[in-house]
Protein backbone atom coordinates (compact mmCIF):
# COMPACT_ATOMS: atom_id res chain seq x y z
CA UNK A 1 0.00 0.00 0.00
CA UNK A 2 1.18 3.57 -0.67
CA UNK A 3 2.41 5.46 2.59
CA UNK A 4 2.10 9.05 2.86
CA UNK A 5 4.83 10.94 5.41
CA UNK A 6 4.22 14.39 7.19
CA UNK A 7 7.68 14.65 9.06
CA UNK A 8 6.56 17.25 11.08
CA UNK A 9 4.10 17.24 13.44
CA UNK A 10 4.05 20.75 14.82
CA UNK A 11 5.24 23.81 13.12
CA UNK A 12 5.01 27.48 13.72
CA UNK A 13 5.45 30.97 11.79
CA UNK A 14 5.12 34.50 12.08
CA UNK A 15 2.38 36.33 10.64
CA UNK A 16 2.70 37.49 7.50
CA UNK A 17 5.60 35.10 6.89
CA UNK A 18 6.20 32.37 4.62
CA UNK A 19 6.07 28.98 5.78
CA UNK A 20 6.93 24.93 3.92
CA UNK A 21 4.75 22.24 5.57
CA UNK A 22 7.09 18.46 4.20
CA UNK A 23 5.39 15.61 2.69
CA UNK A 24 6.71 12.61 0.99
CA UNK A 25 5.18 9.55 -0.21
CA UNK A 26 5.87 6.04 -1.56
CA UNK A 27 4.45 4.57 -4.82
CA UNK A 28 4.98 2.31 -7.72
CA UNK A 29 2.28 4.03 -9.60
CA UNK A 30 2.24 6.41 -12.35
CA UNK A 31 -1.49 7.61 -12.32
CA UNK A 32 -1.98 9.58 -9.40
CA UNK A 33 -3.44 12.71 -7.80
CA UNK A 34 -2.08 14.65 -4.50
CA UNK A 35 -3.96 16.61 -2.44
CA UNK A 36 -3.21 19.04 0.63
CA UNK A 37 -6.40 19.67 3.14
CA UNK A 38 -6.95 22.13 5.91
CA UNK A 39 -8.59 20.76 9.55
CA UNK A 40 -9.42 24.11 11.38
CA UNK A 41 -10.61 24.09 14.82
CA UNK A 42 -13.66 23.55 13.89
CA UNK A 43 -12.84 19.83 12.74
CA UNK A 44 -14.32 20.70 9.02
CA UNK A 45 -12.06 18.85 6.69
CA UNK A 46 -10.98 21.72 3.53
CA UNK A 47 -9.22 20.95 0.68
CA UNK A 48 -6.56 23.40 -0.03
CA UNK A 49 -4.95 22.22 -3.03
CA UNK A 50 -4.65 19.56 -5.74
CA UNK A 51 -1.46 18.17 -7.81
CA UNK A 52 -1.83 15.99 -10.55
CA UNK A 53 1.13 14.00 -11.04
CA UNK A 54 1.73 14.20 -15.00
CA UNK A 55 1.65 18.02 -14.33
CA UNK A 56 5.56 19.48 -14.15
CA UNK A 57 4.09 22.65 -13.57
CA UNK A 58 3.44 23.44 -9.20
CA UNK A 59 -0.26 23.72 -8.52
CA UNK A 60 -0.72 27.53 -7.15
CA UNK A 61 -3.73 28.79 -5.22
CA UNK A 62 -3.81 32.43 -3.85
CA UNK A 63 -1.30 32.30 -0.90
CA UNK A 64 -0.91 28.35 -1.22
CA UNK A 65 1.79 26.54 -3.29
CA UNK A 66 3.25 23.30 -3.66
CA UNK A 67 7.17 22.28 -4.60
CA UNK A 68 6.17 18.84 -6.38
CA UNK A 69 8.83 17.11 -6.89
CA UNK A 70 8.31 13.62 -8.67
CA UNK A 71 11.56 11.77 -9.06
CA UNK A 72 12.14 12.24 -4.95
CA UNK A 73 8.37 11.64 -3.99
CA UNK A 74 7.85 14.95 -2.31
CA UNK A 75 4.90 17.32 -2.22
CA UNK A 76 5.42 20.24 0.43
CA UNK A 77 2.97 22.82 0.99
CA UNK A 78 3.99 26.74 0.82
CA UNK A 79 1.99 28.87 2.49
CA UNK A 80 3.02 32.95 1.65
CA UNK A 81 1.86 35.79 4.05
CA UNK A 82 0.68 33.14 6.59
CA UNK A 83 -2.53 34.91 7.97
CA UNK A 84 -3.97 34.12 11.48
CA UNK A 85 -6.38 32.10 9.77
CA UNK A 86 -4.12 29.56 8.36
CA UNK A 87 -3.69 27.87 11.85
CA UNK A 88 -5.31 24.28 11.69
CA UNK A 89 -4.14 21.01 10.94
CA UNK A 90 -2.58 20.27 7.51
CA UNK A 91 -3.00 16.89 5.92
CA UNK A 92 -1.55 15.67 2.78
CA UNK A 93 -3.01 12.87 0.93
CA UNK A 94 -2.36 10.44 -1.74
CA UNK A 95 -5.11 9.44 -4.46
CA UNK A 96 -3.98 6.51 -6.23
CA UNK A 97 -5.21 6.00 -10.20
CA UNK A 98 -5.15 2.29 -9.32
CA UNK A 99 -5.78 0.42 -6.10
CA UNK A 100 -9.69 1.17 -6.17
CA UNK A 101 -9.24 4.91 -6.54
CA UNK A 102 -7.87 5.07 -2.00
CA UNK A 103 -6.76 7.93 -0.86
CA UNK A 104 -4.22 7.91 2.06
CA UNK A 105 -3.63 10.56 4.09
CA UNK A 106 -0.33 11.61 6.02
CA UNK A 107 -0.44 12.22 9.61
CA UNK A 108 -1.28 15.45 9.96
CA UNK A 109 1.23 18.87 10.32
CA UNK A 110 -0.01 21.33 13.25
CA UNK A 111 0.41 24.85 12.23
CA UNK A 112 0.48 27.84 14.74
CA UNK A 113 0.43 31.13 13.17
CA UNK A 114 1.90 33.85 15.82
CA UNK A 115 0.66 37.15 15.70
CA UNK B 1 -21.21 23.17 2.68
CA UNK B 2 -19.23 19.94 1.00
CA UNK B 3 -22.53 18.26 0.14
CA UNK B 4 -22.29 15.47 2.57
CA UNK B 5 -24.19 15.37 5.52
CA UNK B 6 -23.67 13.19 8.51
CA UNK B 7 -25.87 12.61 11.12
CA UNK B 8 -26.28 12.70 14.09
CA UNK B 9 -23.55 15.62 15.00
CA UNK B 10 -22.83 14.53 17.96
CA UNK B 11 -23.66 11.47 19.95
CA UNK B 12 -23.39 10.40 23.69
CA UNK B 13 -23.89 6.88 24.59
CA UNK B 14 -22.71 4.17 27.09
CA UNK B 15 -20.01 1.58 27.33
CA UNK B 16 -21.47 -1.64 25.54
CA UNK B 17 -24.20 0.03 23.10
CA UNK B 18 -24.68 -0.08 19.87
CA UNK B 19 -24.87 3.34 17.32
CA UNK B 20 -25.25 4.04 14.10
CA UNK B 21 -23.36 7.09 12.14
CA UNK B 22 -25.50 7.75 9.14
CA UNK B 23 -23.89 9.69 6.14
CA UNK B 24 -24.91 11.19 2.58
CA UNK B 25 -23.06 11.37 0.31
CA UNK B 26 -22.61 14.07 -2.41
CA UNK B 27 -25.35 14.11 -5.51
CA UNK B 28 -23.60 11.52 -8.14
CA UNK B 29 -20.90 10.40 -5.68
CA UNK B 30 -20.70 6.51 -5.60
CA UNK B 31 -18.04 6.14 -3.56
CA UNK B 32 -17.96 6.61 0.04
CA UNK B 33 -15.13 6.47 2.76
CA UNK B 34 -15.42 6.74 6.79
CA UNK B 35 -12.74 7.70 9.06
CA UNK B 36 -12.32 8.01 12.59
CA UNK B 37 -9.73 10.70 14.23
CA UNK B 38 -9.22 10.25 17.97
CA UNK B 39 -8.33 13.60 19.83
CA UNK B 40 -5.30 15.25 17.97
CA UNK B 41 -4.81 12.46 15.87
CA UNK B 42 -4.70 11.50 11.88
CA UNK B 43 -7.43 9.96 9.99
CA UNK B 44 -7.83 6.36 10.14
CA UNK B 45 -9.23 4.74 7.15
CA UNK B 46 -11.53 2.80 8.03
CA UNK B 47 -13.60 1.33 5.01
CA UNK B 48 -14.67 1.92 1.84
CA UNK B 49 -17.82 1.53 -0.51
CA UNK B 50 -18.60 1.96 -4.28
CA UNK B 51 -22.27 1.81 -5.60
CA UNK B 52 -22.98 -0.29 -2.59
CA UNK B 53 -19.89 -2.80 -2.78
CA UNK B 54 -17.09 -2.70 -0.14
CA UNK B 55 -13.97 -1.74 -2.35
CA UNK B 56 -11.46 -1.89 0.62
CA UNK B 57 -10.88 -2.61 4.73
CA UNK B 58 -8.34 -0.36 6.49
CA UNK B 59 -7.72 -1.01 9.86
CA UNK B 60 -11.63 -1.47 11.34
CA UNK B 61 -12.37 -3.20 14.20
CA UNK B 62 -14.90 -6.42 13.87
CA UNK B 63 -17.06 -4.58 16.57
CA UNK B 64 -17.85 -1.91 13.46
CA UNK B 65 -19.64 -2.79 10.50
CA UNK B 66 -20.81 -0.65 7.21
CA UNK B 67 -23.42 -0.51 4.19
CA UNK B 68 -24.23 1.19 1.57
CA UNK B 69 -27.30 1.39 0.44
CA UNK B 70 -29.39 1.41 -3.32
CA UNK B 71 -30.06 5.06 -2.55
CA UNK B 72 -26.15 5.87 -1.91
CA UNK B 73 -26.48 6.57 1.61
CA UNK B 74 -24.25 4.97 3.99
CA UNK B 75 -24.23 3.90 7.46
CA UNK B 76 -21.64 2.41 10.19
CA UNK B 77 -22.35 0.84 12.86
CA UNK B 78 -20.20 0.78 15.99
CA UNK B 79 -21.16 -1.81 18.68
CA UNK B 80 -20.08 -3.09 21.54
CA UNK B 81 -18.86 0.41 22.21
CA UNK B 82 -15.83 0.79 24.45
CA UNK B 83 -14.42 4.45 26.05
CA UNK B 84 -11.73 4.53 23.59
CA UNK B 85 -14.05 4.27 20.45
CA UNK B 86 -14.70 7.87 21.69
CA UNK B 87 -13.68 9.70 18.52
CA UNK B 88 -14.65 11.97 15.63
CA UNK B 89 -16.33 9.77 12.33
CA UNK B 90 -15.57 11.20 9.14
CA UNK B 91 -17.26 10.58 6.08
CA UNK B 92 -16.21 11.44 3.15
CA UNK B 93 -17.39 10.67 -0.59
CA UNK B 94 -16.03 10.95 -4.05
CA UNK B 95 -16.43 10.60 -8.09
CA UNK B 96 -14.31 7.89 -9.20
CA UNK B 97 -12.21 9.55 -11.40
CA UNK B 98 -8.83 10.20 -10.08
CA UNK B 99 -8.85 13.94 -9.71
CA UNK B 100 -11.78 14.35 -7.94
CA UNK B 101 -10.90 15.44 -4.04
CA UNK B 102 -12.37 13.83 -1.20
CA UNK B 103 -15.69 15.79 0.09
CA UNK B 104 -15.94 15.41 3.79
CA UNK B 105 -19.02 15.63 5.91
CA UNK B 106 -19.17 17.65 9.22
CA UNK B 107 -18.22 14.19 11.49
CA UNK B 108 -19.98 12.37 14.27
CA UNK B 109 -18.45 13.60 17.37
CA UNK B 110 -19.09 9.93 19.20
CA UNK B 111 -18.38 10.45 23.36
CA UNK B 112 -18.56 6.96 24.89
CA UNK B 113 -19.06 7.36 28.60
Known amino acids: AQTVTQSQPEMSVQEAETVTLSCTYD???????LFWYKQPPSRQMILVIR??????QNATENRFSVNFQKAAKSFSLKISDSQLGDAAMYFC????????????FGTGTSLTVIP | DSGVTQTPKHLITATGQRVTLRCSPR?????VYWYQQSLDQGLQFLIH???????AKGNILERFSAQQFPDLHSELNLSSLELGDSALYFC????????????FGQGTRLTVV
Open chain 2, 92 to 103: ASSGLQVNTEAF
Open chain 1, 27 to 33: TSESDYY
Open chain 1, 51 to 56: QEAYKQ
Open chain 1, 93 to 104: AYRSGNTGNQFY
Open chain 2, 27 to 31: SGDLS
Open chain 2, 49 to 55: YYNGEER
